[in-house]
């Protein structure tokens, strides 16, 4: 009887990690579990991480957005966006207030901003305007606020602004970029299953692997929410030995035959050239090696008498067998 599971993919594989950007993997997912498991990290990832950002602005001799400040390149407008592209880090709960102040000839960037214990600028080369007069000046005070993803000024600004004070859109997701690929890979004798690549870059207020790893607790969250389960049942494991004898089932039952499965090759006490043929012919896991018959592996570059008798030697000490 032919088994109706679908095998678990292998552990995340870490590819890639820096402090703002991480390239990581997940093999032996199921035929199409690829974009089905990609597509739902990446709109959680940008939608649903909180972050912080700049929801409020006042700048010392501008009324409006539309004002144009003496001595300054920048007219209200673009220095508005310049402060839209500083990333900051608040460790601290409900909205803070930092200042910014400069004077005299050059250039003005995030790192001018006057921080109290508990922020962090991200970006600090952000360039905010430039000074053109000895004369100018420029004085500024934004408020910053956590939150989830986009919210227009509206939203959090409900009630209209004093004179002078300058409501802004704000982008909360501490994520820059977030993309996946996936590409067929071979799992035993089959080559479609998925192997998924995620690729993201953040602002630098949380790191790549923790943003996934929330990622996939939020969706975990929601399933357990869903089925309104305390803990997710074990899932139920194909018979890779399908079409065989039962032998030493006894035994077996007493294993986690997933774990044992997905034991990759190169853990196991096999010889360098053993390793070598299997590893060249794509079998990676016991999983792959048991879906193959005794002609099977002969059959291989590098694998004789010796290595197939090698193999059956090292799968009789967890109870299986070839195909």
């Known amino acids: 009887m032919s088994s109706q599971h679908i095998v678990l993919p292998s552990k995340l594989t870490v590819v890639q990690d820096t402090a703002t950007s991480g390239t990581y993997e997940i093999e032996g997912l199921a035929p199409g579990y690829g974009h089905t498991l990609g597509n739902s990290l990446r709109r959680i990832i940008l939608s649903s991480l909180s972050g912080c950002a700049v929801t409020l602005v006042r700048i010392e001799g501008a009324q409006h957005e539309f004002s144009v400040l003496d001595g300054v390149k920048e007219d209200v407008i673009n220095i508005i966006l310049n402060l839209k592209q500083v990333r900051f880090r608040l460790d601290i709960d ?25 922020i962090e600028v991200m970006t600090p080369d952000q360039h905010i305007a430039e000074i053109t007069s000895k004369t100018g000046s420029l004085d500024i005070e934004v408020v910053i606020e956590s939150g989830l993803g986009f ?21 909360f997701t501490p994520i820059r970029r977030m993309n996946y690929e996936v590409e067929n890979m071979r799992v035993g004798d089959r080559t479609d299953f ?45 018979d890779v030995n399908q079409g065989q004898e039962e032998k030493g089932s006894s035994s077996t039952d007493d294993l986690d035959l997933s774990d044992v499965l997905k034991t990759r090759v190169d853990n196991l006490n096999l010889s360098t050239r053993t390793l070598n043929a299997l590893t060249n012919a794509s079998i990676r896991t016991i999983g792959g090696i048991v879906r193959k018959t005794e002609v099977d592996l002969l059959e291989l570059d590098g694998i004789g008498a010796k290595g197939v008798d090698e193999i059956k030697s090292m799968l009789a000490d967890y109870d299986l067998f070839l195909k």
């Open 194 to 238: 998925n192997k998924l690549r995620l690729n993201i870059e953040t602002d630098g207020s949380i790191a790549p692997k923790e943003a996934l790893e929330k990622s996939l607790l939020t969706m975990l969250t929601q399933i357990k929410a869903v089925l309104d389960l305390k803990e997710l049942p074990p899932m139920p494991q194909p």
């Open 94 to 118: 409900g909205p803070q207030t930092v200042r910014l102040k400069s004077k005299g000839i050059g250039m003005v960037d995030a790192s001018a901003f006057e921080l109290p214990a508990g």
């Open 151 to 171: 919210v227009p000024k509206e939203m959090h600004h409900k009630e209209k602004a004093d004179i002078g004070s300058i409501a802004v859109d704000a982008v």
